[in-house]
């Protein structure tokens, strides 16, 4: 499985970018999907995540209301739509499949095993 996230750069506070990520290989149409960000010095953060045949959405708290991840399924797809951006969005953000087939949306690193090459977000203030 192959993950291609693409859709950063660097926008002022208060501006938007939409993320995608394009899976091919394996059977990553039946996996969950997230998005996770690392600012520099911290750990990997958890930031949405979708259930790819429920379209069911979690997001962590920071982000709710701003952010919106979405799916296509045809194109093998995640996006994430960021408005209203901060500087502490500021980050490289990473997409990542499920390890498995499974239901429940997991907010955790380890529960991903496949994960895009990252997208640099800087948000300027």
């Known amino acids: 499985v192959q993950l291609q996230a693409s859709g950063g750069g660097l926008v002022q506070a208060g501006g938007s970018l939409r993320l995608s990520c394009t899976a091919s290989g394996g059977t990553v149409s039946t996996r969950n999907m997230a998005w996770f960000r690392q600012a520099p010095g911290k750990e990997r953060q958890f930031v949405a995540a979708?259930?790819?045949?429920?379209?069911?959405?979690v997001y962590a708290t920071s982000v709710k209301g701003r952010f919106t991840i979405s799916r296509d399924s045809a194109k093998s797809t995640v996006y994430l739509q960021m408005n209203s951006l901060k500087p502490e969005d500021t980050a490289v953000y990473f997409c990542a499949a499920d390890r498995s087939t499974r239901t429940v949306l997991h907010n955790t690193p380890r529960d991903y095993g496949y994960w895009g090459q990252g997208t640099q977000v800087t948000v300027s203030s």
């Open positions: 979708i259930g790819w045949s429920s379209g069911s959405t």
